[in-house]
């Protein structure tokens, strides 16, 4: 009888068992919906089976420590060398450029044929202390396109002759490319993946965000061409996907590959969310790792929560019951619903407890962190021992002070004000890789001024 009764209930049971049990596993197995504690410090498995020790990335930040022709220094060491005693599980570096006469500016490192020695060892020095406590080091490649400032190139190449909207002068007319231009562009792509895989880097990310290059040709604003790389989305997504596809047949199917990509432009006319949604359903298809998610250009620099030179074109998206800090969780979280690849989102994120329920909600598998580790190197360790908010630095900078605040509403001095006050950021991350620490007393306007005397200096001839 005991037994009977035992044998009636153990299929309820065994369901009762399933029904607990299996959404943990599906979500572990899945990376997504952790229900786990302590979330941030999750291992996360990407497709091609590379695991990151945790769930925050240090995102791509323009160093400018170069050599003029591109050669990663010993500062690029110090600086990378502290941010992996930080602890993050990974770090991005900033764009290392596929062409030199497209830099995003100057003092970008440089990889746009096969290595010589040189350009291996100082490749392969920058990787191993990149890597020196076990975390990842991807390096994000970029083609500036129309981006390119004139003082690189007064007339840079682009998808089509439309030059950026951005009063001052700084960017030149530019010349739309050739068919065979962009099949060489596509392979330069490639060969700069080989080099850095073969140089120890643990990863490498497309730069598709921000209105570079790749970014210019999704746009139907910069992007007029009448051939197969204009027109439908599927025409704009072309050069973004044979990159992809050059990227991977140069790298092999186990090591990462990202692709940094716009939520939307956030402009009237430009790629929207709706576009953003169904490349990364493509993105998904050509075998990428991750993607991470941003928004914005130079004309609207969304991506650092700062206003542009046109209003924002609001976009169609389910507003979700988060905290209202980081910029892109409610894109993120749509796109979840469409693709099964891991998402990183960057832009905003302060508190743990935001990072914290972007991972839980299932809208960020990992979260990127920029500003703060400018001077708080090591910003991912405090997080994980339990740190409440990192620093809020664009808070407080401002090229202007508070009673000349009205000059903000002049747009070229708006502009300028935006340069300037990421001028600061650029001299902190020279501060870390020339000293090894931040400098407590920078000002935007010091910083502004020995910026540009040095990109001056690295572009005379
Ligand atoms: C100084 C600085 C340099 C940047 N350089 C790059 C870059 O090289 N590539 C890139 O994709 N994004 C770049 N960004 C954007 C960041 O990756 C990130 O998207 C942005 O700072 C928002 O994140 P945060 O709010 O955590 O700072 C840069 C941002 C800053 C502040």
């Keep these: 009888m005991h037994c009977g009764w035992a044998q009636s209930w153990s299929p309820l049971v065994v369901m009762l068992a399933i029904w607990i049990f ?147 002068g700084q960017f030149g007319e530019p010349v739309p490319l050739t068919k065979a231009e962009i099949k060489s562009i596509v392979r330069c792509f490639g060969v700069c993946a080989a080099a850095v895989k073969e140089a120890g880097f643990t990863g490498v990310q497309l730069h598709s965000a921000h209105g570079y290059l790749l970014s210019q040709f999704l746009s139907p604003r910069s992007n007029l061409r009448t051939d197969d790389y204009g027109g439908d989305l599927a025409n704009r997504a072309r050069a973004l996907l044979e990159s992809v596809a050059a990227v991977r047949a140069a790298v092999g199917p186990e090591f990462p590959v990202a692709v940094k990509l716009n939520s939307a432009d956030f402009q009237k006319g430009g790629f929207d969310f709706a576009d953003s949604l169904q490349v990364v359903q493509w993105l998904e298809q050509a075998g990428v790792d991750l993607i991470e998610i941003s928004g914005g250009t130079y004309e609207q620099p969304k991506l650092l929560g700062v206003a542009g030179m046109e209003e924002e074109e609001k976009q169609q998206v389910a507003e979700s019951t988060m905290i209202r800090e980081a910029y892109f969780v409610d894109f993120a979280l749509a796109m979840q619903n469409k693709v099964s690849i891991p998402l990183m989102v960057t832009g905003g994120f302060r508190q743990r407890l935001v990072m914290e329920q972007a991972l839980e909600s299932g809208s960020a598998d990992l979260i990127g962190v920029g500003r703060p580790m400018c001077v708080m190197t090591d910003a ?82």
């Design 380 to 461: 991912p360790n405090q997080l994980l021992a339990g740190l409440d908010e990192l620093p809020r630095y664009e808070n407080d900078l401002a090229l202007f002070p508070r009673w000349l605040s009205f000059l903000g509403a002049f747009k070229p001095l708006r502009a300028l004000a935006t340069f300037a006050v990421q001028y600061w950021y650029y001299e902190q991350i020279y501060a870390l890789g020339h000293r090894g620490e931040a400098d407590n007393n920078l000002t935007v306007l010091a910083a502004t001024k020995q910026i540009m005397a040095r990109e001056k200096k690295l572009t005379a001839k």
């Design 22 to 168: 299996c959404p943990y596993y599906y979500a572990k197995s899945n990376n997504k919906n952790l229900p786990m504690k302590n979330i941030l410090a999750q291992p996360l498995t990407l497709p091609c089976g590379a695991v990151l020790p945790n769930r925050i990335s240090k995102a791509a930040m323009t160093e400018g420590l170069a050599l003029p022709d591109g050669l990663p220094t010993p500062e690029l060491n110090r600086l990378y060398g502290l941010w992996s005693d930080g602890g993050a599980g990974m770090l991005l570096s900033g764009n290392i450029q596929i062409d030199r006469d497209h830099l995003e500016r100057p003092g970008n490192v440089v990889v746009d044929r096969k290595p010589n020695k040189a350009m291996r060892t100082a490749l392969a020095s920058w990787a191993t202390a990149a890597t020196r406590n076990g975390n990842h080091f991807w390096a994000q490649i970029s083609h500036a396109g129309r981006q390119t400032q004139k003082i690189v190139n007064p007339n840079p190449k682009a998808p089509s002759a439309v030059k950026l909207g951005l009063p001052g």
